[in-house]
């Protein structure tokens, strides 16, 4: 079993619709976990951190259920600038050894 | 700032060649890493250097050096390459830790025939 698990997508959502998606892990001491986004052909980059108390930002709400373990991100009013793929990130899993998920892609159409 | 850079941007190489691929900070981060990404995976971590002077394994080591030449240079040398080696490679670089954001340099594409 993969130690961080996405599902690969593609979410195919209009502009302004509400998007979740879920990343599963297996360690189940992780306390925190990041979101990077990453678009087509390009570096990842940090979209948000996610603690116990879960986080939001702007369209952007991700959670932490540490008694199933997963967590979630969730878009509103979707923009076709969200396009992009979402990685799920579980750091210092074991000194410097960040796990990435292998990504969930989003696709926003006009 | 130019944050990460990384040179070469494209490469292709024959199987058993040998290339360096170059990564500068200036950040003055700590940390640095060296990842691997393939299509479905997600990125594997090859080898990271917690502090300047010194570098470990990581996920995927095999076929791979590195050299933190100070604390702003780390690079990647592929000694004899392999076509399993073709992949994306991106460098990062962070503040001591891996809980602390992780900034990547823009990639290079790797492709060995």
């Known amino acids: 079993r993969k130690e961080v698990e996405q599902d690969p997508g593609p979410f195919n959502v209009p502009e302004g619709a509400t998007v979740a998606f879920n990343c599963t892990y297996s360690?189940?001491?992780?306390?925190?976990f990041f979101w990077y986004r990453q678009d087509c052909r390009k570096e990842p980059k940090l979209l948000m951190s996610?603690?116990?108390s879960g986080n939001e930002d702007g369209r952007f709400t991700a959670q932490l259920n540490r008694a199933s373990q997963y967590i979630s991100l969730l878009i509103r009013d979707s923009k076709l600038s969200d396009s992009a793929t979402y990685l799920c990130v579980e750091p210092n899993t074991g000194g410097f050894k960040t796990i990435f998920g292998a990504g969930t892609r989003l696709f926003v159409k006009a | 700032n130019a944050g990460v850079t990384q040179t070469p941007k494209f490469q292709v190489l024959k199987t058993g060649q040998s290339m360096t691929l170059q990564c500068a900070q200036d950040m003055n981060h700590n940390s640095m890493y060296w990842y691997r990404q393939d299509p479905g995976m997600g990125l594997r971590l090859i080898y990271y250097s917690a502090s300047e002077g010194t570098t470990d394994k990581g996920e995927v080591p095999n076929g791979y050096n590195v050299s933190r030449l100070n604390k702003r240079e780390f690079s990647l040398r592929l000694e004899s390459a392999a076509p399993s080696q073709t992949s994306v490679y991106f460098c990062?670089?962070?503040?001591?830790?891996?809980?602390?954001?992780?900034?990547f340099g823009p990639g290079t594409r790797l492709t060995v025939l």
């Open positions: 360690n189940s001491a992780s306390q925190s």
């Open positions: 990062a670089s962070s503040r001591t830790g891996t809980y602390n954001e992780q900034f």
């Open positions: 996610v603690y116990s």
